[in-house]
């Protein structure tokens, strides 16, 4: 997994992306750097980990990001709804 060709896009796809915050930019970092870590751009993860490494405290701002992050096509989230099964998130190969 190429973390800087992910990286790249990512910033150039918000340069010109009023709708991105920092914590947008928090979260993604989040994902990538565990992404890169794990060596896939596929990760199964609850959502407290990304909160943590994240340095977000609110559980109903974190997943709003997430959910705006794959709206906006810079990820793809599949929440699973289910205390005792992790949400997937996957780095797609062309993002925005």
Known sequence: MDITNHLDRFFAGISVDARISVTHISVFTAILQTAGRLG????SMFGFELM????????KTYYR???ELSEFGY???EPSFKK???STITLPEQSV
């Open 40 to 43: 896939s751009s596929t990760l």
């Open 52 to 59: 943590q490494l994240a340095k977000i405290s609110s559980g």
């Open 65 to 67: 990001t997430v959910r």
């Open 75 to 77: 990820i793809v989230y």
């Open 84 to 86: 005792n099964r992790p």
